[in-house]
């Protein structure tokens, strides 16, 4: 009897492991021929999801055997590529930049606050307004110059209530996460980051108003009608936002894409004002070290979000980049950092009343420091079936030099 269940977990495991089909390649401009970074790749069928890498690959794994794929990227035809049955990996897609007819660029004679302010009264309209709850995967890197100092990865839970309700109520739980980092004393950072998991939560300008989109915000910026851009077969407004200067507090800028025909917005690429260093460090740190300086160069985030077939605009994608110097007291130079956090949403798990909101010590805390969360890694198969971001080939061969230097 030992014997027969042996037999029959092995054959589970068999079944199992079969049923999942791997879909990767490399995406690149059917004209340049240069990779393209951070397209949007769904498998239709599967509703999974990820994003094309720094280097332009893919790899997203599905439990079925999915017959299509579909590709989006802001300023390109949306690719519906059939996959073939044994045919789904290292696959060469391109995709076709798609020019805007000059009849279409009449809307920049539009007033473009107040398409702003019309897109911010439609969110209710355009956004879920029921709770729901999104398995996602995280990734955080940090350098010193070129070199990469640490990286940690995690795949979260993602609670999100209406977006009607408070983002207060929203939180993120680690589902399982690893890390590694430097041995050198001199990478050491010592310095304590805003961002983590959580941030898709802060940085969700159509849920948290107070980012960006108040009243209050919008009265110190000044706006300006760009040249439309296409997203999906569809076309956008694309409105340029300028904080003016002489603000008390530090504040963000950049382009907002909203869909012309549902004035959704569906993606936000900003940028922190840091002309005042010292109150741009205010907003970027919680604490520092005493005799460190810390001085900001860059802070930037880029929003992107995806309408589902009912209509329903629902956040996909989020990457937060931030640049700075560090010098101790009587350093002679400062040490160049580069820190990027990325999180795509790979898969919708419950919705309205089934969504569970994350409870006990997996949930993670605004307040809370990523890599003080997980572990250090060195296992090849640790993600097993989950879909993750590719790595980009720079990544992977620091991930090697910083196993080497643990083992």
Known sequence: MKRLITIMALITVVLTTSGQTTVSGIVTDRKSGHPLAHVSILLEGEKIHTVTNDD???????T???????????????????????????????????????????????????????????????????SELVRCFYRETARRGSRFISIAEAVTDMYKTGYSKDARFDAVAILKGRRLMSMKKADTLGVKIQGGPVMPLVVDVAKNPDYLLNDDLLALCTFRMEQ????????????????????????????????????????????????????????????????????????????VYKTDEQGI???????????????????????????????????????????????????????????????????????????????????????GKLKKKHN
């Open 228 to 303: 439309p851009a296409v997203i999906d077969d569809r076309l956008h407004y694309v409105v340029s936002v300028t904080p003016r200067r002489n603000t008390e507090f530090p504040m963000m800028g950049g382009l907002l894409y909203i869909d012309q025909q549902t004035l959704a917005f569906s993606r936000a690429e900003l940028q922190l004002d840091v002309s005042d260093w010292r109150r741009a460090s205010e907003y970027m740190l919680v604490r520092k070290p005493l005799g460190l300086h810390f001085r900001p160069k860059e802070l930037s985030v880029t929003v």
């Open 313 to 399: 605009t629902h956040m996909s994608y989020v990457r937060n980049e931030m640049r700075f110097n560090c010098n101790w007291k009587r350093r002679l130079f400062a040490s160049p950092f580069t820190t990027v956090s990325e999180m795509v949403v790979t898969n919708r798990l419950q919705q309205g009343r089934d969504a569970q909101r994350p409870r006990g010590r997996s949930s993670f805390g605004i307040k809370e420091r990523f890599y003080d969360r997980v572990e250090y890694f060195d296992d090849p198969d640790f993600w097993a079936g989950y879909n993750i971001i590719e790595p980009t080939e720079s990544l992977e061969n620091a991930i």
């Open 64 to 130: 079925n055997s999915p017959k299509s794929v579909r590709l989006t990227h802001i300023g390109y035809k949306t690719l519906h590529y059939r996959l073939t049955e044994g045919k789904t990996e290292g696959l060469k897609l391109t995709l076709v930049p798609n020019s805007v007819q000059l009849s279409e660029i009449v809307v920049s004679a539009e007033d473009p606050l107040q398409i702003v302010k019309t897109a911010i009264n439609r969110i209710e309209n355009n956004y879920s307004q029921e």
């Open 56 to 62: 332009g690959h893919f790899t997203v794994t599905a």
